[in-house]
């Protein structure tokens, strides 16, 4: 039961951690140079993904994960609630 | 009325604003003190973080910076935001889950060990007071300029403010009051920039208005940037001279940094559930992110103006901001070619950077410096980097309240930050020292009452700090990210998700750490700093970056060591079973 709690909290954690890196590491700094040759009005992709997507991706992922882990908890309490009724 | 006498009215304003919340919100027991008792809300846990956590570097500081580094400055934007991620998704919960008072408690109890609690409060109270440093040169900074009043009678100023909020009121005043910092910080930050982006792009929102086209043209900002930049011997403002590997290492380094900052760590201990605590880094990261991404439109407009109003100017008929900083001491003009005019180039303006001023006035009545100019150059200007936000409004010729407005709020940014770092400091010292270590039989009257006096001695000596501000602070900024991120961050890191992790382990991870980041900073920043440059780093990584490698080799060792010792004992695996439970 905590077993199954905690790998699912890790699968998420994992996922998002991911894309964390991505947006930052991949995008800002890695791949930036290779994305700067594309642009969208006046930013170059790279550019403006070290200094403001990568920023709007790291609010987003916070709130993805507040959701994701109010709701496992909330099963896994009433799996708890469950088990101790029945 | 004038700009002085309006900055005098908003600085009053929101300095009384400060004093009648900590009167409201005095501390009566060591819950309150150390952690407001666990009643904060979300949102206003969320704003007093960002408060807390944006500082006199990043009001500042910040945007300045990256006006002059363009693409490379990134990794500031990128490094103080992106800890945030790890700091909700990996730490915060569990720490609040663990529900004690410090960051060294935690550290004390899942180690089992107190030489594990002293390693962590030696490493805190060096990163806090690095920082504290900072703060006070702000301080100085705002009122020497706005306030026309002495640098060492400011300093003193902002030492009675935060004494008084932070002693009488401990966590709890210093939220409320951090709430309210955040207002005045924030409205400070976003009505010049809005002003700004109307008048060069005409779009009245800063984060689009700087990839914008200049108004009436066709021309886009960043691209009339990039070319008068090239123009002038600078690199394109939008692309990157480090190394991919540095700018990685230090973007790593403040990211992890960022997540282990005690001061900011602490702020989710005050809030009521554990879920609480995650949807607060959630919003905390938004109130930060309005002015983060705020700033780097801030930059470009600001280098942009600089470089439009002060090129080829008459220095008679130079901008009076020119002067006005002239007169501080925060720019210098060397007229090279002797034609009175000012120009502004790549490459440094006198040799040793700096300028030194003598008493004499020049042929065009600029202040004479006694460095000789750097002749391989035409740059004739010095400017430190530090003004850009400040001046900002004046350079761009906004109002007078919106500079008395910008004064305000880079006193509440730097006053807000200094007061969370006290706190931890002087938590660190009554809690994990007194109580927990040396005199464990103090009720907890006496401890409330020690942790008020050493909030006292540490207001005093942040502000000797202040006045006497010690000639390496801009040099060992690198250090307190760096020391967090190699000693701290794995320990915590380690204690929530390793549970094989033992005693042996963690003091030997967070030593190492400690000592090979130290070492290799104090080697290029203070023994050998002819020799801080790429090719003699390790693998390319600057002193700034290195934190990120400190903390792989903490990681490593920890991990190691470990398997030569003993298990964790039962109640440390209970432990943090408990911790990861929701």
Redesign the interface.
């Given at each position: 039961m905590y077993k199954d709690y905690w790998r699912s909290n890790l699968k998420i954690l994992s996922i998002l951690l991911t894309v964390w890196f991505f947006v930052s590491f991949g995008f800002g700094i890695i791949f930036s140079d290779f994305l700067d040759q594309f642009k969208i009005g006046g930013f170059k992709i790279g550019f403006w993904f070290a200094q403001q997507g990568s920023i709007y991706f790291f609010v987003f992922l916070i709130f993805i994960y507040v959701y994701l882990m109010n709701k496992l908890d909330k099963s896994y309490k009433e799996k708890m609630n469950k088990n101790k009724s029945d | 009325m004038d700009t002085q006498s309006l900055t005098y009215l908003f600085v009053g304003l929101s300095f009384s604003l400060y004093i009648g919340i900590a009167i409201w919100s005095r501390a009566s027991s060591t819950n309150d003190f150390y952690i407001a008792g666990k009643g904060v809300h979300p949102i206003a846990n969320g704003m007093a973080t960002a408060a807390d956590w944006m500082s006199a570097a990043s009001f500042i500081s910040m945007a300045g910076l990256?006006a002059f580094l363009g693409?490379d400055?990134?990794v500031y934007?990128?490094g103080w935001?992106?800890g945030?991620?790890?700091l909700?998704?990996?730490l915060a919960?569990y720490l609040r889950k663990f529900g004690q008072y410090t960051v060294p408690d935690f550290i004390g109890t899942r180690y089992y060990s107190n030489l594990a609690r002293l390693v962590a409060v030696i490493c805190l109270i060096f990163i806090s007071f690095t920082y504290v440093a900072g703060q006070m040169r702000g301080v100085g900074i705002v009122f020497s300029r706005f306030l026309e009043v002495d640098i060492n009678l400011g300093v003193i100023i902002g030492m009675c403010i935060v004494f008084f909020y932070a002693v009488l009121g401990g966590m709890k005043g210093i939220t409320y009051t951090q709430v309210a910092q955040y207002c005045v910080l924030i409205f400070a930050y976003l009505v010049p920039a809005i002003f700004i982006s109307i008048l060069m792009t005409g779009n009245p929102i800063p984060?689009l208005g700087?990839?914008?086209?200049l108004v009436n043209t066709d021309t886009?900002?960043?691209?009339k940037l990039d070319k008068v930049t090239v123009d002038l011997g600078f690199n394109a403002y939008?692309?990157?001279t480090k190394t991919?590997i540095d700018?990685?290492c230090i973007?790593?380094a403040l990211?992890f940094g960022t997540a282990g900052l005690p001061h900011v760590i602490v702020r989710f201990f005050t809030v009521p559930k554990v879920?609480d605590a995650?949807?607060s880094?959630?919003y905390a990261?938004?109130f930060i992110?309005i002015l983060?991404?705020t700033a780097?439109a801030v930059s470009a407009f600001a280098r942009m103006n600089f470089i439009d109003s002060v090129q080829e100017v008459n220095y008679q008929e130079a901008p009076s901001w020119f002067r006005n900083w002239e007169n501080i001491g925060l720019i210098a003009w060397k007229d090279k070619n002797e034609d009175g005019l000012i120009q502004y180039s790549a490459g440094n303006a006198l040799e040793g950077i700096k300028p030194d001023f003598s008493n004499e006035k020049g042929v065009s009545g600029e202040r004479v410096t006694i460095n000789d100019p750097d002749m391989t150059n035409n740059n004739e200007v010095y400017i430190d980097r530090d003004i850009m936000v400040l001046a900002n409004p004046e350079i761009a010729r906004l109002p007078g309240w919106v500079v008395a407005l910008v004064a305000a709020g880079a006193l509440a940014a730097a006053l807000s930050t200094a007061a969370g770092l006290l706190l931890v400091i002087s938590a660190s010292i009554s809690h994990d020292l007194l109580k927990k270590m040396f005199m464990p039989k103090i009720t907890e009257k006496q401890e409330l009452f020690y942790a008020r006096c050493s909030a006292a001695v540490a207001i005093l000596i942040a502000g000797l700090f202040g006045i006497y501000p010690p000639g390496f602070v801009a040099q060992v900024v690198a250090f307190a990210f760096g020391l967090a991120a190699a000693t701290i961050f794995p320990a915590l890191l380690m204690g929530i998700f390793y549970k094989r992790l033992n005693k042996e382990g963690a003091i030997a991870g967070m030593i190492s750490g400690l000592v090979i980041t130290s070492a290799y900073i104090i080697n290029f920043k203070f023994l050998n700093i002819d020799l801080n440059s790429s090719e003699y780093w390790f693998l390319g990584v600057s002193p700034e970056g290195f934190g990120f490698i400190g903390m792989i080799l903490n990681f490593c060792i920890a991990i190691l060591v470990s398997f030569f010792y003993a298990r964790p004992p039962k109640n440390v695996y209970l432990m943090v079973?408990q911790i990861?439970?929701?």
């Open positions: - | 990256i693409k400055g990134s934007l990128m935001t992106g945030y991620v790890l909700a998704l990996l919960p984060q700087f990839g914008d086209t886009y900002l960043l691209d939008t692309e990157n991919n700018i990685f973007t790593a990211m879920s995650r949807k880094a959630g990261l938004v992110a983060y991404s780097p079973d990861r439970e929701p």
